[in-house]
């Protein structure tokens, strides 16, 4: 008996949630019509758009500019002024027609019109902008070649680079003339990885360095070729030169030890007739008696050559 009440309240509550659904839903209907209706029509009313100057020459960079937007007054539907107002508020004004003087340039905005008129949408109409002119300051670019600076690699133990290619090895770096009087080279934007044991090429970029200036390139294909390397050691006896007729020097020691490290592929054809050590005549310190030593022939691929030791004592016999 006392569950009667109870269905009664549902369904007036269903009843009235049906009729709050309807009139959602009635609201709605009339709000999209009017929405339709009302921006649908045509409207005359000033907007402000962000100028964007295009077509300059290459030879000039813009230091600054007598106005940054441009006050159009428009003819257009309301659907169109929410697009400018909140989707496009940029319109692009040509300086391909513009006098350049003494560092200067001028542009009549008339000139321009059509090409305005282009960028808006559908059957919008200029109706008058504001200002009438455009003026802005340059400076004169220059361009530079800059070389690009090898960056260090991380190499696995036991392992040399052979040989490294930069393609390209410089780039064109284009810029005002004060800016780029501090750029003698380009780094490369490397980041260590793990440590280097094979060959490989590599697409790197350069390290931007002012957001003023142009590149030519912004990559560069980095070849890098790497092997396994060894130290040897060889006794390699020492000569003299240009010593004079009938004079005989005795050296203490007669031999050096030369140390170097190589790629093993090289090592093995590396003979001790490929060395010479020694010292020229006319340099020798007569009063210590001491003579410096260096290498006077060297085949190619070696590193980290060192002698030991690296003076000699000698007596003169005449």
Known sequence: MQEKPYFNSLQKALGNKGRIKMFISFVFISFVIWFFAKFSREYQEEIKMKIEIVDIPTSIIISSASDLFLNLNLKATGFQFLYYYFLDNTIKISFQNAVYKNNIGYLEIASEFNRLQDQLLGDTQILSFFPSKI?????????????????????????????????????IVTGLEDV?????HIDLNYKDKSPIKSNFIEKIPIKLKDNELNYNY????????????SEKTINVPISVLNSPKNTVLKLFPSQVELVFSSSINNLKNIQLSDFKVGF???????????????LLKSPLGLDNVRLNPQDVFFLIRE
């Not at 800059?146 to 392992?159: C, E, H, M, T």
């Not at 020229?280 to 260096?294: L, V």
């Open 135 to 171: 003026e802005i300051n340059y400076k004169p670019e220059f361009s530079k070649k800059v070389p690009i600076l090898i960056p260090k690699f991380n190499l696995d133990v036991g392992y040399s680079i052979t040989k490294i290619n930069l393609t390209p090895d410089s780039i």
């Open 180 to 184: 780029l009087a501090d750029i003698n």
């Open 218 to 229: 912004t990559e560069v294909n980095v070849e890098v070729l790497v092997n396994l390397f």
């Open 280 to 294: 020229n005549y006319d340099s020798i310190d007569k009063e210590k008696n001491i003579a410096e030593i260096s």
